[in-house]
């Protein structure tokens, strides 16, 4: 079992930057891992996924050049550096490790609650 905590959400100014990091309590170096987001009144969505090893990535047209997705399987932690925030970044990120059906599927086995990333003008 893993279980996963996000956290270094907040409230930022367009234009901003923030980083978001998922700690697991479980070892997650074997598992291919991902962002999600899910703004108010929407379905949640993919924003980036990251390979096992770290050697594979990818990301949301809507954020790439301006978002990075990390890991440092020794720390079992996952990031997401945002830069270049906008309004419409305003979502509940969550973290998921494990995919049934790659990175950018919906369906991951393990899922944090979520940190809350507010953009304002």
């Known amino acids: 079992q893993v279980q996963l905590v996000e956290s270094g959400g907040g409230l930022v100014q367009a234009g901003g930057s923030l980083r978001l990091s998922c700690a697991a309590s479980g070892r997650i170096s074997i598992y291919d891992m991902g962002w999600f987001r899910q703004a108010p009144g929407k379905e949640r969505e993919f924003v980036a996924g990251?390979?096992?090893?770290?050697?594979?990535?990818a990301y949301a047209d809507s954020v790439k050049g301006r978002f990075t997705i990390s890991r440092d399987n020794a720390k079992n932690t996952l990031y997401l550096q945002m830069n270049s925030l906008k309004r419409e970044d305003t979502a509940v990120y969550s973290c998921a490790a494990d995919p049934k059906y790659g990175f950018r599927s919906n369906d991951y086995n393990y899922w944090g609650q979520g940190t809350q990333v507010t953009v304002s003008s």
């Open positions: 990251i390979s096992w090893g770290g050697r594979s990535t």
